[in-house]
């Protein structure tokens, strides 16, 4: 067990080892003076990068740099996300904080021999961000960091989420220790409250009510969970969090325990997160071997413990209720409410349930304030959030900002905009509990509120922009899909409701339905908002009632004109050859699987052979013999 | 009382004031108002799944279901507005759209919750159009069939079988729209470890779930001129078959039941009650051997099906503490089918023996292994309850302007303790007055065993019989029974004879009996009404004592022999096997 | 109507042992069932009926309640799994960009729809949940291999690797 005094020493020490990591600046590189290590080595270990091998990355290094026994000279560290997962995998050198993007493990032994043997910048390397000229060279130049502003993330992309010691560097359990030392359970919770942090998992209640509420049940055992249950499709921010800094969650677990009176956690992952579950496995291993957790941690008399528990595959499993059947080994079939989990929750004990991300807020909190905390974000919505950036957008990966950040700011100055000079259509928050936001709001400050009042929400913050080629309908009816996949089938509102809300959508980008299937299609989605067991359900609507909002134009072309006009939609499809551009080469019709193009007895000026036709009631609309033109004479719409 | 904290609550403008803890639902009833239900079940089935009872609650953004929404002090409810109508409705509507719509010739046509509460609302069964999800043929096994299209997914069955019954057979298996209730692996109840009790069935709001019916095979036995049709019901049948053509609950409809069975055909009516009787002789007397001479002991019960299937799949160590006698049913049919035969000179295999039963697993009990005598089956046909009242309006029988009839001789004769068999602990009694009476040679002054009476899960006391205090036990629900197989497995069962019965309540509670509606079920103590019934037969019969039926110890001198002696084993006993579960 | 596998159980005597020392562990831990099932899959890839009856018995329950969970979760199968497990992304960022063409190539080419096994045994299809490899989106997975931004005609070739 290490005392505070243990901890205290450990920070000392490691002083050296990370001082030169600026959190990726540039500035103040001259005037850094190098401790026993000359440069630092980090690589990006968040899933996207180690789906693009940068672990072979980080081996390649190892090998040279023992090759070269540059041993004590080089710290190599694999890191969590950096962020800019589009660019990845990423590699940064300090002190310099040059930033490589795209790094193949060819580029390995360049990078050593130039930029940590030589000193100089391996140019060809640097990241270029969309709609900037010159390469950057440090990360934090970048357009898509300057904007941000890391609290929950801090850490990530930071240290070296599976050494405890790099954590305790950056004041880790630091925040511990000022609450077993200095404050009741009571002052904690104050201090939560008065942050006005609100859960950053989706609906944006507010964090120290939830804690004083627990605080204040009756029962001898309580439990703190943490949902890392993290569903919907295109959010990883949470992922991100335990990927990067483990710890951060760890910690302020502990803490919520200390101001609720629990002795038991319950970290609930998906089970597709294996790096994170892996990580979160090492950093409650070494937590533990430091008494951090466990039984009379830092010697203090408070004990604390926590168990991981993996999801498997369900996405109403991040629903509260849900989330905490499914602990106690059941199907995750939500329970109605009230009893409030902070009444009767987990095991039927009273039991707090916070998201990654909300955690991840706590321990800065807790050492600098809520004051320090109520400086960023709007009145409402405190502090910052992060963000999944997906889509149609340039700089996909995950950004930070402060709340109340105009959503315009994030799509184009951070996110670097739309590729292929597209035009932006409509962004997507809260997943498929959220809604989509058009072209014309897109100045809309991105706060709970802000949110709720045009019909989306921030949901845990998944982001996903939408262009011209996308169609609202098909996108609306994606997420239903989704919803309807992912409902319990325990009530009938959403299990049913959804389900022939689903049949009418496909009606309309189907060609089949009419005017009366929108307005009954509307009414069936208030229907289910009013009726719905669960925030699944009665969230599940939104996305077809937020695009019949802003996109019923889009709607009525389907049903009145029998036109995707975004040319989607394939039952509403036709493609056409023109026959002046077509030269009669017959590789469409040897790609069409259904035998549906044939020849024509027209040849047109300029070409030798006749053009081909396609016979649209033959056609199945997979597009193949678009995509093997190489005339530009097919055409969809 | 006083401590009991009261809640102040308006609903529909009402002032209203119930103890906290209670449900909108439960406060609602309080003055009059009726909030439909499907899924709910007091204590049993809380899920809040069906979403037909939602009501406003003013600051609420959404509307709750009240049937687990907690009232608090200044809550304003609102239970009939527009938006609750709708609502109520639509949720009706959708569970049409995915519901097997043959309400006409449905089993359930009439009683079926679904259609009552479509019909209040004024649903429209069409209204939504698209995928129905469940399509797969129903499933038929020898007691009880499942019709998983008609299926609304209110859980009640899942809820009697988990928490009731605790066999867990059934359950909701996959999610969302798929999601249905089955066995594991979707397979046939047959290859699941089901004890047959029909409790679904009862709880059941719609015509999902049913018992095989056999009323086919009877109406062909009976069109046959060849066999000789021979009845006997059961003593619960009478107390609730009044029900099918609305009597009240607990309404003994005894005399009309015999004249309905004589006008639908029937041969001869004799009596399961006798062959209660004729159970209690050879039951008393293996417990008085048991007691005396030595053997396994406690001694459990064997006349209930379920509660024999259950101890062979789940308890199958314990069988040697079963008694070795054949359920009433097989002993009325088995000694139909030789003593009755011989005596008048009928060949067995042209009688054909019906038997009435509140009871599903009595179709299963006939079909097993050594319950047949002389190479025919004991019983051949098992109608429930509810098969009878079907039968007797399908022969356009006014039931209720049906004079008393009269039973047929000499198995139609029976005693008050036969009728009691009918309630839990009524076997018990009749045991009780039976082997006291032998033991001790002496006449009892008081029959009434009252402390074995009653619907509590699991009732105790301690009798002198002779010079022996015997304890016993008595449970009914398996929930309970398993209460006692543990504390036997585990040696802690101080007993030396127990009663069990699979359903609660005994047999006047079986899955064969009449369907009451979930209101009914929850705010009438309608066990009781009808174990009543039985009682207040039994207290008026001259012979309550099962010694006492002259018929019975005429089949002893005049057939059998000795009580317990070779031949009543070979007739009278049966043996049990250990089933695996999976 | 049955939904078993139809593939004939194939545990050997050390699977078996090894689940059941795994079920003593968990027998008595609170909510065991999910961590039991999860072990139970990675010992034997598929949770098939004759396993789900151990876990059934070793930890109390009825085999109905260990299916009604099995065929809760999209993770745990009773069918089981090709010797290559492809998993193509169905997340948004994924479908946005095309990857609903990637999957139906991959049904095309392997001639089995997403949640089969090809008769080999060789390989099996899912289609999945967001990966969050969304800066590489599409993306397609087969056992730990992962590739990214790819189309429809890119399919064959990923597929011939491993023939």
Redesign the interface.
Same mark, same amino acid.
């Given at each position: 067990m290490k005392t505070i005094q243990d901890i205290n020493a450990i920070r000392e020490k490691m002083q050296s080892v990370i001082a030169m990591r600026n959190h990726g600046t540039s500035k103040d590189v001259k005037s850094f003076e190098p401790t026993h290590l000359k440069r630092e080595v980090l690589i990006c270990g968040g899933t996207g990068c180690h789906s693009n091998k940068s672990d072979k990355i980080r081996d390649e290094f190892n090998k040279i740099i023992k090759e070269k026994k540059m041993e004590n000279d080089i710290l190599i560290v694999m890191t969590g996300c950096f962020g800019l997962c589009a660019a990845g995998p990423v590699v940064i050198v300090y002190p310099e904080g040059a930033f490589y993007s795209k790094v193949k493990v060819e580029d390995v032994a360049e990078i050593v021999e130039k930029h940590l043997i030589g000193g100089e910048i391996v140019d060809r390397l640097l990241h270029t961000s969309p709609g900037e000229v010159e390469k950057v060279v440090a990360l934090s130049d970048t357009n898509f960091y300057k904007q941000q502003k890391r609290v929950a993330l801090r850490n990530c992309g930071v240290i070296d989420p599976e050494n405890i010691d790099e954590y305790i560097a950056f004041d880790g359990y630091q925040a511990l220790a000022k609450v077993l030392t200095s404050m009741s359970s009571q002052e904690v919770i104050d201090e939560v409250l008065k942050s006005g942090l609100r859960g950053r998992g989706g609906a944006g209640f507010p964090t120290g009510r939830k804690w004083q509420f627990t605080h204040d049940a009756v029962g001898d055992v309580k439990y703190v969970c943490c949902n890392a249950d993290e569903g919907d499709p295109g959010a990883f921010m949470d992922r991100s969090v335990l990927e990067g800094d483990p710890h951060a969650v760890i910690e302020a677990m502990t803490i919520a325990g200390y101001a609720i009176g629990a002795h038991q956690g319950y970290i609930y992952v998906r089970a597709e997160y294996p790096i994170a579950v892996h990580r979160l496995q090492v950093a409650i291993g070494q937590a533990k071997e430091y008494g951090l957790l466990g039984k009379n941690i830092f010697g203090l008399g408070f004990d604390f413990d926590l168990e991981i528990r993996l999801g498997a595959g369900a996405f109403v499993c991040g629903e509260e209720t849900a989330l905490m059947t499914s602990i106690e080994g059941h199907r995750g079939e939500p329970r109605p409410r009230p009893p409030f989990p902070a009444i009767k929750g987990l095991f039927a004990k009273p039991t707090l349930l916070n998201n990654v991300e909300t955690y991840a807020n706590v321990c800065q909190i807790i050492l600098n304030g809520a004051d320090w905390f109520c400086q960023t974000g709007t009145e409402k919505s405190r502090g910052t959030k992060v963000f999944a950036l997906g889509g149609k957008i340039n700089n996909t990966g995950l950004v930070e900002v402060p709340m109340g950040t105009p959503l315009r700011k994030v799509i184009e100055d951070i996110g670097g905009g739309i590729p292929n000079g597209k035009k932006f259509k409509a962004a997507q928050t809260g997943g498929p509990s959220g809604g989509c936001i058009p072209a014309s709001l897109i100045d809309t400050p991105v706060d709970y509120d802000s949110l709720i009042a045009i019909g989306s929400m921030m949901g845990s913050g998944g982001l996903i922009v939408m262009d011209e080629d996308n169609c609202m309908v098909d996108i609306a009816k994606f997420f239903l899909e989704f919803t309807v996949d992912e409902s319990c089938g325990k009530c009938t509102a959403c299990r049913l409701g959804t389900r022939r809300l689903l049949e009418m959508l496909t009606k309309v980008t189907d060609g089949t339905a009419t005017l009366e299937t929108l307005d009954e299609m509307e009414k069936l989605c208030y229907y289910i908002k009013d009726n719905s067991l669960c925030g699944l359900g009665q969230t599940a609507p939104n996305p077809v009632l937020s695009t019949l909002r802003y996109f019923r134009d889009e709607y009525e072309a389907h049903v009145v004109e029998k036109r995707c006009p975004a040319g989607v939609c394939k039952k509403l499809l036709n493609f056409t050859i023109d026959k002046e551009k077509c030269i009669g080469c017959g590789m469409c019709a040897r790609n069409c699987p259904a035998n549906a193009i044939s020849k024509t007895d027209y040849v047109a000026p300029n070409h030798k052979l006749p053009s081909m036709v396609i016979d649209s009631a033959k056609c199945v609309k997979c597009g193949a013999c678009m995509a093997n033109c190489k005339f530009n004479a097919i055409s969809k719409g | 009382m006083s401590d009991i904290k009261m809640v102040n609550l308006k609903i529909d403008g009402i002032d209203v004031s119930v103890p906290a803890g209670t449900t909108i639902l439960e406060a609602a009833k309080t003055i009059g108002i009726k909030i439909p239900t499907l899924c709910y079940m007091k204590e049993i089935n809380?899920?809040?799944?069906?979403?037909?009872c939602?009501v406003e609650v003013k600051g609420a953004?959404?509307?709750v279901?009240s049937c687990?929404? *907690?009232v608090s002090e200044g809550m304003e409810v609102t239970t009939n507005s527009e938006?609750v109508y709708?609502?109520r409705k639509?949720?009706l509507e959708?569970?049409l759209?995915?519901h097997k719509k043959d309400c006409l010739s449905c089993e359930r046509n009439l009683k079926c919750e679904l259609q009552a509460l479509s019909n209040e609302y004024g649903c429209n069964a069409y209204r939504?159009r698209?995928?129905t999800s469940k399509n797969? *043929?129903a499933?038929v096994t020898d007691y009880l069939v499942r019709d998983n299209a008609k299926c609304?997914?209110c859980r009640r069955c899942v809820a009697v079988c988990n928490k009731v019954q605790t066999?867990?057979?059934?359950?909701?298996?996959?999610?969302?729209?798929?999601?249905n209730v089955s *066995?594991?692996?979707?397979?046939?109840l047959a290859?699941?470890p089901c004890v047959a009790c029909g409790q679904c069935i009862n709880v059941c709001p719609t015509g999902a779930l049913h018992e095989k019916s056999e009323i086919d095979n009877v109406k062909k036995a009976i069109a046959d001129p060849e066999k000789i049709v021979v009845v006997a019901s059961a003593p619960a049948v009478r107390a609730a078959l009044g029900e099918e053509f609305g009597y009240p609950i607990g309404t003994n409809v005894e005399g009309k039941m015999f004249t309905a069975l004589r006008r639908l055909g029937f041969d001869k009516i004799f009596d399961v009650n006798f062959g209660a009787d004729m159970t209690i002789i050879e039951e008393s007397h293996e417990l008085v051997e048991r007691l005396t001479k030595g053997g396994v002991l406690p001694m459990i019960t064997s006349c209930s099906p379920g509660w024999v299937r259950y101890m062979e799949f789940y308890y199958p160590d314990l069988i040697p503490h079963f008694s070795t006698c054949k359920s009433p049913q097989q002993m009325t049919g088995a000694l139909i089918k030789t003593y009755w035969a011989e005596k008048n000179g009928i060949d067995p295999k042209n009688i054909y023996v019906v038997s009435v039963m509140p009871c599903t697993a009595k179709k299963a009990e006939k079909l097993r292994d050594n319950e047949q005598e002389n190479g025919y089956p004991d019983v051949d046909a098992v109608l429930t309850t509810r098969e009878l009242a079907k039968f007797i309006k399908e022969k356009g029988l006014m039931f209720n302007e049906l004079p008393d009839g009269t039973i047929d001789n000499p198995l139609g004769e029976f005693t008050g303790a036969g009728v009691i068999f009918g309630a839990s602990g009524g076997v018990m009694e009749a045991a009780l007055r039976t082997a006291v009476e032998k033991v001790t040679g002496k006449t009892l002054d008081k029959l009434d065993f009252t402390e074995v009476r009653g619907m509590e899960g699991i009732k105790e006391a301690t009798y002198k019989v002779g010079d022996l205090n015997v304890k016993v036990a008595v449970a009914n629900g398996l929930k309970n029974a398993k209460i006692i197989c543990d504390l036997i497995r585990e040696g802690k069962a101080d007993y030396q004879f127990i009663e069990i019965m699979c359903c609660p309540g005994g047999c006047i509670n079986g899955g064969g009996q009449p369907i009451l509606d979930a209101y009914t079920r929850r705010n009438v103590d309608y066990k009781s009404l009808r174990a009543n019934a039985l009682y207040s037969e039994d207290a008026k019969l001259k012979l309550r004592k099962s010694h006492d039926n002259k018929a019975v110890m005429e089949v002893y001198e005049t057939y059998l022999g000795e009580v317990g002696g070779h031949k009543a084993h070979e007739i009278l006993h049966t043996k049990y096997v250990a089933r695996k579960?999976? | 109507m049955a939904k078993t596998s139809g593939v004939p159980f194939q545990g050997t005597k050390e699977q078996e042992k090894q689940l059941r020392e795994k079920l003593a562990e968990l027998k008595d831990v609170q909510g065991g069932l999910m961590p039991a099932l999860q072990e139970a899959q990675a010992i034997y890839g598929y949770l098939p009926k004759e396993v789900q009856i151990i876990i059934a018995e070793v930890m109390g329950v009825s085999l109905e309640e260990v299916y009604g969970v099995v065929s809760f979760y999209a993770q745990f199968t009773i069918v089981p799994k090709g010797k290559y497990k492809i998993g193509v992304c169905l997340g948004t960022a994924c479908y946005v960009k095309g990857s609903g063409e990637v999957l139906a190539e991959v049904e095309k080419v392997l001639g089995i729809k997403a949640g089969q096994i090809t008769s080999d045994a060789k390989f099996s299809i899912d289609a999945t949940r967001c990966i969050g490899c969304c800066g590489l989106a599409p993306v397609m997975t087969v056992n730990d291999d992962v590739y990214g931004r790819i189309t429809a005609k890119d399919v064959a070739g990923i597929l011939a690797k491993y023939n």
């Open positions: - | 809380e899920i809040g799944a069906c979403r037909v939602v953004r959404t509307l279901a687990v929404f *907690p938006r709708n609502a639509t949720t959708l569970m759209s995915d939504f698209g995928a797969e *043929p499933d609304i997914l066999v867990a057979v059934i359950g909701a298996n996959e999610r969302g729209f798929k999601t *066995p594991a692996f979707e397979e046939s290859a699941s579960k999976y | -």
